[in-house]
């Protein structure tokens, strides 16, 4: 298993998760880890990635309220979400990648590797 997602539930709309990203140490070595989600019925949209110097990167429905981060010793990557509205709900996946650049960072099509994804519902 190259990337383990955790750290979904329920919670009410303005409530706060942490979901976690713990990836084998050639995983994490991949210049971006990025977190997607995917809602029933839609496709799966990227929420942000943060690369190996830690430069972030959000999609716009979530800065100022999502907040990624890594811990090297951990191999880990967090995803921190408060203020989450009901329209937040979707399946969160982590996806890390070798080859990933910048130009690609957003497009799911581009990562190989993919945690099993951990399912946050909010509720209103």
């Known amino acids: 298993v190259q990337l383990q997602a955790s750290g979904g539930g329920l919670v009410q709309a303005g409530g706060s998760l942490r979901l976690s990203c713990a990836a084998s140490i050639r995983t994490f070595r991949s210049r971006y880890t990025s977190w997607f989600r995917q809602a029933p019925g839609k496709e799966r949209e990227f929420v942000a990635a943060i690369s190996q110097s830690r430069a972030t990167y959000y999609q716009d429905s979530v800065k100022g309220r999502f907040t990624i981060s890594r811990d090297t010793a951990a191999n880990t990557v967090y995803l921190q979400m408060n203020s989450l509205k009901p329209e937040d709900t979707a399946v969160y996946y982590c996806?890390?990648?070798?080859?990933?650049?910048?130009?690609?960072?957003?497009?799911?099509?581009?990562?190989?590797?993919w945690g099993q994804g951990t399912l946050v519902t909010v509720s209103s």
């Open positions: 996806a890390a990648d070798p080859s990933i650049i910048m130009s690609s960072m957003t497009l799911p099509h581009e990562y190989d590797y």
